[in-house]
Each structure stands twice: as structure tokens, then as C-alpha cells.
């Protein structure tokens, strides 16, 4: 019988273990080549026991952290045994991955010749190739939207595989950007590597992997809590996805969350089929998603992030529907846009069930923005990508706030001056949206307004969600404004308003403006 735990340590492993993360991104960050790493901080770090299973993340991308198990798992189903030194890339999301602008790196950690576990980090690049720059087309298959990468050995032993690389960074609009991008992930992984196996060094490796065990089974005894004070019922939400960008509207996303035994299931048996446009989502972001709103709900805010969450939790997710696509469905706007929704829905769900806990929807897109053209300055072509914050959600306690990146992002903006300096564009205005968050007793967050002008010709593509149906407000609250894309000519012709997927040539004066959603209100006011 294993004894139970020192309390002192299990918080000092954890606080360990989170720190490795935390360092690697720390790395990532400040040797990021592409604005997207170094100024949005679009990047996940985590770290996992030798059994493939996370133990600690760093608070990063929510939709990346929740995905990047499946990642560690096909690398060692493709490989088996990793040995040191060796680094496999991958960003197929049929095999773990999430969308193909996010490519995900696994290195294994030896002490000596013992394995300990493995650190793994998760980048969105700017642009991997495809139909459109940026790589977040309105495609109609996964074909269209970049290079896909299978898990393939980046790095043998040490030395990185040339080879690959040149491939990976051949395929992309912007290859010195990639290839500066993947040397700053490479270089988080070795910091990963190195700092777990100080700490197998400093407390032995046999010490690290029991408290390793430890915190998955605290964290799974938080979430056994969580199920203990949920009322017995079906509790069910319906919302939906405004549309695909081909004219297919009011895809629907339906999950009940009910406790079986001492279980607790969440089934989305009732959600649309897989459509034809991107907004379709493996089933991995959907598990991030899921992951993430369990997490949330836990009364103590200090519980790790890990396995342990989701052992008591059965995912109910029929494949070939808009949460569990099957290959070869385009799912660019899936990793961004339904994961967002997908969150809505199960939080609408356990609204039901604890209504004290849960806020009124946030803004429920990423708002996510493509440029991409030939930069006058330089000659050299070019991709900006960036998500744009909103209005949150308010709740029982207070306010949402305005202006802020929710749910399954957790990314900054752009500056505008790193803007100016990377990208022909220029921020003309930002600010906050007033009035756009939902009334009630408390009101929800503002959204944003941010315009942008191109400097010189270039492909626009928008993927953006809640442009048709407003964030939900709860408990009586008003629901939170819907968000508008525009185009502003710059020979000063009408105004127009752009649909909530799109692709667009744009002329050199031309100003693409953003107006995100608010959040709904919680209560009547």
C-alpha cells in the first residue's frame, strides 16, 4: 500500500514541476524570431511523467495545453522509445495536434540511462502554407490549409535533422521566421530537459516519479469532489456556431453533463455533423476544451493542472460530428473558433447544475485575423496572424472585464509599434467597446474596436464567431453585443461590412476593422 503523501512537499513538487514549464516558456518568449511568439506569447509549455502522462503546464494557451497529451502519445505510438536527444515535431491534428499552424515539439528527459518523463511545447506559426497566408483559410479540406507534419524526428541524438527542417521551413511563406521560431522551441526544449533532471538529480529520480503520481492523484480526488456536489439529472445546453464560411448556418453543439456512478460524463451525442468549411474540431481541442472548464470549476484555485483531472470523466464525442471530425475535414477555425463554443456550451451545461459558479458566456471567438503579402519595404513576403480580445462573461460575484483574451485563449495583443516594425500595417485605432457588454445585475465585459491599415496589397482572411448570435447572458442578464467586421476603402468609398468568414483582396490604404463581442450579464439588474 503506497503511504499517503507529505503535504509539504506535494506543494513543493508542484510549485517544481510548474516551474520547468513556466521557464521554458520563458525561453520560447524571449527567443522567438515571429511577433506571434515573442509579442502574443501564442505558445504552451508542459512537462510529463515517464508513463507519457502531464504532470505540471505552465498557464499558457488553454486550447493547446488540453491537446498536447494525444501529442506525446502519438510520438511514442509512432516511435516507441524515444532516446536521448531526440526531438520529434508534429502538427497532423489527427495524431494529437489541434490545427497545423500550432506545431508541437516532445523531447524525453533521461537521468543517466532512466527514463523520467518528457517536456513538450506547442507554437503557433504564423504561417505553415496553404491556400491563404497565415494558414487559417476558409478551406473545404485539411489539404488546403498547410503542410501537415506526422510525428517525425526533428532531432537524433542531439543533432537537428537538416532535412527536415528544410521541409518544414521550404512549405512556408516566411521561412526564416520558421526556422528562427522552431530554433526558439528547440531551445525551450532543453531547457525543459535540463531543469527535470536537476530536480531527479537533487531529490532522485524515484522520489520525483512518486510525488509525480501524487499530484495526478490530488487532482483527481478534487475533480471526485467536484462530482460529489453535483445534483443527480441530465443537464443540458444548446448553442451554436453562426456558420462554416460556405453557407451552412446554425451548426448546432449540444452536450449534457450528467454523473454516472462516480463519473462524470459529458456527452455531446446530439451535436451537428462535420461540415464543410474549417470549423470542424478534432477531437483533442475538444478534450482541451472539456479539460479546461473542469479545471475551472474546482473550488481550490491552487489545484496542478494534470492527468489526474480527467480520469474521472468520460467524453462522450461521436466521430464525423463538428467535436470529433474525421480526417481528411478541414479544422483550421476548429483549434480557434469551436473550441471557444464548445467551452459555451459545457458551461451553459453545468450552469444548470451550479449556478453560482459558472459566469455568463464571454465573447466566444478568438477573432482570429490573417494579412499576408509582399512587404514594399523589403521585398520579403510576409504573414501577420493575431486574436483579439473581448468582453467577459459576468457571474454571481461580479463584473466581467473588458478587453481580454478568455477561455481557450490566454494569449497578449500586438503592440502596435512591433506591428509597425515587423508588418507594412499600421493600428489606427483601438480601444475599448463601450456598452457592448450584456446588462444586468452584473454586466458583462466590454469588447474591443481595432482597426488596422495595410500599407501595401495584401490577402485578408477573417474567421470570427458571435457576428450572428450574441454571447448568452445567465440568471435573467442581458446578452453581450455581437461582434462586426468591416472594410474602411481607402479611397474613401462606403464602408462595408464583411461576414464573419471571409477572404478578401485588399489595396494598399485599405483598413480592416475589428469590433468584438461583449459578455453577457449575470442577474437582473
Known amino acids: 500500500m503506497t503511504s499517503p503523501p507529505d503535504p509539504i512537499l506535494l506543494e513543493i513538487f508542484k510549485s517544481l514541476l510548474t516551474a520547468v514549464a513556466e521557464e521554458m516558456g520563458g525561453a520560447l518568449g524571449r527567443t522567438g524570431y515571429s511577433p506571434n511568439i515573442k509579442e502574443r506569447r501564442d505558445y504552451s509549455c508542459a512537462v510529463f511523467d515517464a508513463r507519457a502522462d502531464m504532470v505540471a503546464q505552465a498557464a499558457h494557451i488553454p486550447v493547446h495545453l488540453g491537446a498536447m497529451p494525444l501529442s506525446v502519445q502519438a510520438s511514442l505510438q509512432r516511435f516507441g522509445r524515444l532516446q536521448p536527444g531526440d526531438i520529434v515535431a508534429l502538427n497532423d491534428p489527427y495524431f494529437g495536434g489541434s490545427h497545423l499552424p500550432d506545431i508541437t515539439l516532445v523531447s524525453p528527459v533521461y537521468l543517466d540511462e532512466r527514463l523520467i518523463g518528457y517536456v513538450a511545447s506547442r507554437a503557433h506559426h504564423a504561417d505553415v502554407g496553404g491556400m491563404s497566408p497565415g494558414s487559417m483559410p476558409l478551406a473545404r479540406e485539411i489539404f488546403q490549409e498547410g503542410l501537415i507534419i506526422p510525428p517525425v524526428k526533428l ?12 521541409l518544414i521551413v521550404r512549405n512556408s511563406r516566411t521561412p526564416d521566421e520558421r526556422r528562427g521560431d522552431l530554433a526558439a522551441q528547440i531551445a525551450a526544449q532543453e531547457v525543459g530537459a535540463r531543469r527535470l533532471r536537476a530536480l531527479a538529480e537533487r531529490y532522485g529520480a524515484e522520489l520525483l516519479a512518486t510525488y509525480m503520481g501524487h499530484l495526478q492523484n490530488y487532482s483527481e480526488r478534487m475533480v471526485r469532489d467536484l462530482i460529489a456536489r453535483m ?38 451525442s446530439d451535436t451537428a455533423l462535420q461540415t464543410v468549411g474549417g470549423v470542424n474540431a478534432v477531437v483533442s481541442v475538444t478534450l482541451s476544451a472539456v479539460s479546461y472548464v473542469i479545471r475551472c470549476l474546482l473550488a481550490d484555485d491552487m489545484v496542478p493542472t494534470n492527468a489526474g483531472i480527467f480520469r474521472p470523466v468520460r467524453l462522450i464525442a461521436p466521430e464525423g460530428t463538428l467535436v470529433n471530425a474525421r480526417f481528411p475535414a478541414a479544422v483550421a477555425a476548429g483549434n480557434v473558433e469551436t473550441s471557444q463554443r464548445i467551452t459555451d456550451a459545457v458551461l451553459g451545461a453545468f450552469a444548470q447544475a451550479l449556478p453560482d459558479l459558472v459566469p455568463a458566456a464571454s465573447q466566444g471567438t478568438m477573432n482570429n485575423i490573417t494579412i499576408g503579402g509582399a512587404d514594399p519595404r523589403t521585398g520579403e513576403r510576409f504573414a501577420y496572424y493575431e486574436t483579439i480580445a473581448g468582453g467577459m462573461g459576468a457571474s454571481a460575484q461580479d463584473d466581467g472585464l473588458s478587453g481580454v483574451h478568455v477561455h481557450m485563449t490566454n494569449t497578449l495583443n500586438t503592440p502596435a509599434e512591433a506591428m509597425a516594425y515587423a508588418y507594412p500595417l499600421r493600428v489606427t485605432r483601438y480601444e475599448l467597446r463601450d456598452d457592448s457588454g450584456g446588462a444586468g445585475l452584473h454586466r458583462g465585459g466590454d469588447g474591443v474596436y481595432r482597426e488596422v491599415e495595410l500599407l501595401a496589397d495584401a490577402t485578408v482572411t477573417l474567421l470570427t464567431e458571435r457576428r450572428r448570435h450574441a454571447p448568452y447572458g445567465l440568471a435573467g442578464g442581458e446578452p453581450g453585443a455581437r461582434g462586426e467586421n468591416w472594410l474602411i476603402p481607402g479611397d474613401g468609398g462606403e464602408p462595408q461590412r464583411l461576414p464573419g468568414k471571409t477572404t478578401i483582396h485588399a489595396r494598399a490604404g485599405d483598413r480592416i476593422g475589428i469590433a468584438t463581442p461583449g459578455g453577457g450579464g449575470w442577474g437582473k439588474k
Do not use: C, K, W, Y
Not at 532531432?155 to 528544410?166: F, I, M, P
Not at 444548446?238 to 456512478?261: A, K, P, S, W, Y
Open 155 to 166: 532531432q537524433r541524438a542531439g543533432q537537428v535533422d537538416e532535412g527536415v527542417l528544410d
Open 231 to 268: 445534483p443527480s439529472g441530465d443537464f443540458t445546453f444548446h448553442d451554436v456556431m453562426d456558420d462554416d464560411g460556405f453557407g451552412n448556418e446554425d451548426l448546432g453543439i449540444q452536450v449534457t453533463v450528467r454523473v454516472e456512478d462516480d463519473l462524470l460524463v459529458v456527452d455531446f
